[in-house]
């Protein structure tokens, strides 16, 4: 399985409605298991994340007043990804995990701009 990243937006009857991805996106935030390996990983935790390691116990749901805050930790990541990447995966070399965490974390910036353009907030689940 994998873990989606979506915009949500409160409506004025005060329930949650999930946007449709747009055309040209993606919604793929990472592999399942990457919730506890990359996302909620020690060494995202060591960097003073507070969001992402949300993700080893249950799904993320960042509000709209949270957006820029929830952005400020996508380039915290981004800026230390050769740390956040594991390195002892027999079947994966540190080098794609690098890759791939770089592009599903691009994934997750684009959800996260749209739903500050939106009053939206971003859910990973």
Do not use: N
């Amino acid at each position: 399985m994998s873990l989606s990243v979506d915009v949500f937006v409160v409506g004025e009857d005060g329930q949650v409605h999930v946007l449709d991805v747009p055309e040209g996106s993606s919604d793929l935030a990472g592999f399942e298991r990457w919730r506890t390996v990359v996302w909620g990983s020690d060494a995202v935790r060591s960097l003073g994340a507070r969001f992402f390691p949300a993700l080893a116990g249950d799904d993320l749901k960042v509000f709209p007043h949270q957006v820029t805050e929830f952005l400020a930790e996508c380039a915290l990541l981004r800026s230390h990804i050769e740390v956040v990447a594991p390195r002892t995966d027999p079947a994966k070399s540190h080098a794609e995990y690098v890759r791939q965490i770089s592009e599903r974390l691009r994934t997750i910036e684009d959800a996260a701009d749209r739903a500050r353009g939106s009053a939206g907030g971003v859910l990973i689940w």
